[in-house]
Each structure stands twice: as structure tokens, then as C-alpha cells.
DNA sequence: CGGCATCCTCTTTGATACTG
DNA sequence: CAGTATCAAAGAGGATGCCG
């Protein structure tokens, strides 16, 4: 049974889907392959050289659940050698909006984030 | 030396500071525990009651961890026995609107994601 | 080239018990 | 009441090697 949110006026609601959503579409690596396929199609091999910290095994997964999720889009371009390439979705655009509201947020606000650490490191 | 970031214009700007941001403040507990402080100041058991899935471990990392990065305030109210309210700050009051159009987005499109998901299991 | 399988490590989390 | 300490369990993530 799924818990209950008991619900007050002007609360979040962040229902289970909605947060199981967020957190395949916000994961360690997400906003690194989105952002980069919001720029152009890209290869697997382009997205590793794009963001060199991440491993084979940890992009291929982040790419299939972007793709389960109906965010990017996977196409084997050629076999012999095998080509792929990700590209976004419509449904996938529409997600830079509310992530760039957040990331205005960091910028905007990291100054007194890192202020208030000083304070609290004390 | 932070890691070079290779931009194009249009590019999502996703800096390593920014990032470890939004890792610190959109975690698995966090959203619920400002979805709680946004309506009232909360007592910690007070917040184990309303979310009754995080064990007391957690609800303190998590509450230190936003205490560190000022979006929540801690005080002590009384001592034998303690007790301890916590309360969002105005800067925690300015995180509600990012995070609010990305919940708008999960609600939006869960549809469509759920259906590209029907799609995907085949 | 893209990517799966295996192994292995490191971090995260939970359960439980204890304290000011 | 509001935590901390400790230990055990689980999971994410990396390294490597193989295959179509």
C-alpha cells in the first residue's frame, strides 16, 4: 500500500512516481549525457570523450534509462563496425526547462550557500 | 583545478560545484523534509512521523547536511527534555520554485514517460 | 565500436543499542 | 527527545576481458 500524503494546502506533492522519476532523470550522470545530447547527436564513443570521469559500464546504464524513461533515443547507425547514436526526444526538451530553473538556482544562490558552510563550520 | 568545461553555446552549464549542490539538496530525503518544513517548523520527531520510511540515521545526516547549506535552521528550543525545532530559511524558501517546475514536469509528463516505458518492455 | 558479464571495492543505508 | 556509536547488509560503481 502506498503511503499516504496527507496533504496540507500549498504543500510539495512528491508522490513516489513522481519522485522515482526525478531521481532516474537527475542521477550522477544524467544532466552530463542531456546536456550534451541537447547540443547535437551524439556516439557512445562522443559521450565518453565528453565526459571523461564517467565509465563505460556507468554510461550505458545512465543511456538505457534515459531511454526507457522516453528521454533520449537510440539508433544503430551502421553494423560492421557498429555505430549507435543518442539522440533527445522531444519529451526530452522539454525537461531542460525546469533543470535550467534549477540550475539558475545554483548559480544564483551558491554564494550564500557557500557562505552559510563558512558559518556552520565553525 | 576544477575540470575544463567545453562549452557550446546553449550548453546546460553544469559545474562541479553546482552539481554537488544539487546532489546535497535534491537527495532522497530532502525533498520530503522541505515538502514538511515548508508548511511549518517541525520538531525531529515530528519530521520521523511524517515521513515514516527514514530512520532517525538518516533524518540527521540529511538535516545537517541542509543545515550546512542554509536552506534549514536548527534550534534548540528546551533542554530535559530536548527539544529541538527546525525551520526552512529564506534561502530555503527560494529552492521551493525550481524545484516546484520540476514537479510540475514529473506530473506533466508521467503519462508520456510511462507510456515510452510500455514501449520499452517489449 | 558498442556493450554485456564478471569480479571486486567502496560508499550508503539500516538495525540496534546506548547517552545527555 | 534528539541524537551518537557500532556493526551488518546492500548497492552503486569501477576495472577488466570477451563478443558481435
Known amino acids: 500500500m502506498p503511503e499516504t500524503t496527507h ?3 500549498g504543500a510539495l506533492d512528491i508522490a ?18 542531456l546536456e550534451e545530447l ?8 562522443e559521450l565518453r570523450r565528453a565526459i571523461p570521469a564517467v565509465t563505460g559500464k556507468s554510461l550505458t546504464a545512465t543511456l ?11 539508433t544503430v ?9 543518442y539522440r533527445i526526444t522531444a519529451l526530452g526538451k522539454t525537461l531542460r526547462e525546469p533543470v535550467d530553473a534549477l540550475l539558475r538556482w545554483t548559480t544564483e544562490h551558491l554564494p550564500e550557500v557557500e557562505a552559510a558552510r563558512a558559518r556552520f563550520e565553525e
Open 7 to 9: 496533504l496540507h494546502p
Open 16 to 33: 513516489p512516481p513522481h519522485r522515482e522519476l526525478l531521481a532516474q532523470v537527475l542521477d550522477r550522470w544524467s544532466l552530463q549525457v
Open 38 to 45: 541537447c547540443e547535437r547527436p551524439s556516439r557512445f564513443s
Open 64 to 74: 538505457r534509462r534515459l531511454e526507457r524513461n522516453g528521454v533520449v533515443e537510440r
Open 77 to 85: 547507425v551502421s553494423s560492421r563496425p557498429v555505430a549507435v547514436e
